[in-house]
């Protein structure tokens, strides 16, 4: 990765430092993006731009289908306009269920292994105070255990967790809490006023004091987002694998394999992407 684009919390590496606000911190191993992981795939998006590639979002990949010449067909679009793309491979980077649609016509195995996959939705609550008034803070953020009873899971102290959001916030700071477990998808169905009240209310709770007010707030939601591993998810997975591996051209990868944290999502998108030149190149001879 471009040295440019990277950014170490406040203290790297070390056993302690100073954020250039001057606030002391107890020293982090945590490495980020300067501008946040989603400038990551603006990015690439835009280098894959520039090589020829076209990429299309907002389009929903309605079935897979195999053509009489041993390529695949993806279907897209709406119902009232559907497209044909032929691909001679494709990687499907999706959430379980939608993976287990478009692969049962063909993987029977892999498609029933995966809908037995639970999931679990979750929202992301951001939060813009006044940095001088929130004053410092311990830590870079905390995890709520769910024995406690609260709504937030976690709480992410941003602009204490990452130098360069702190020097972008110009004396604004920025915190985040996360909310939605497994089973509670009641909670979700609040609306985000609600969900931002209860953010607050709880963050100051853990902090020991209320926070300043709000400057801005932002709700993300994220449905069916994150699989859950329950006892005998590698071998669930095991059978995926091995389903899809009958499928000359298709590769999967995402968080329901290796984790659900960004390295290992990205160790399968490195190994689809592999699979996936290494197919081509065969076909190519």
Wanted: cysteine-free; aromatic content about 4%; hydrophobic content about 45%.
């Amino acid at each position: 990765m471009d040295r440019a684009l990277v950014g170490r919390t406040p203290g790297g590496r070390t056993t302690g430092g100073r954020t250039p606000g001057g606030r002391t911190t107890a020293g982090s191993a945590f490495v980020g993006v300067r501008g946040g992981v989603g400038s990551l795939p603006r990015a690439l998006a835009d280098l894959l731009r520039a090589r020829g590639v076209t990429i299309r979002t907002g389009t929903i990949a309605r079935e897979l289908r195999r053509g009489d010449d041993g390529r695949w067909v993806v279907l897209v679009g709406p119902t009232i306009a559907v497209e044909e793309i032929v691909a001679d491979s494709v990687v499907l980077a999706l959430p379980t269920a939608p993976t287990a649609r478009l692969l049962r016509p063909h993987a029977r195995d892999a498609a029933e292994a995966l809908a037995g996959v639970e999931t679990a939705s979750m929202a992301i609550v951001t939060l813009a105070v006044d940095a001088a008034a929130l004053g410092e803070l311990p830590g870079s953020g905390f995890l709520v255990p769910p024995v406690e009873g609260w709504t937030i899971k976690a709480s992410t102290f941003s602009s204490t967790k990452w130098g360069w959001l702190e020097a972008a916030g110009r004396g604004t700071a920025y915190l985040r809490a996360s909310i939605g477990r497994a089973g509670e998808a009641a909670v979700l169905q609040r609306p985000d006023a609600e969900l931002v009240e209860v953010a607050v209310a709880e963050i100051g709770r853990a902090i020991g004091r209320p926070l300043p007010p709000i400057l801005d707030r932002h709700v993300q939601r994220w449905g069916g987002a994150l699989p859950q591993y329950a006892v005998g998810h590698a071998d669930r997975i095991d059978v995926v694998r091995a389903s899809v591996a009958r499928l000359p051209g298709v590769e999967v990868a995402g968080a329901t394999y290796e984790g659900v944290g960004i390295p290992a999502v990205v160790r399968t998108g490195r190994a689809a992407a592999a699979a996936t030149l290494d197919h081509l190149t065969q076909a190519a001879r």
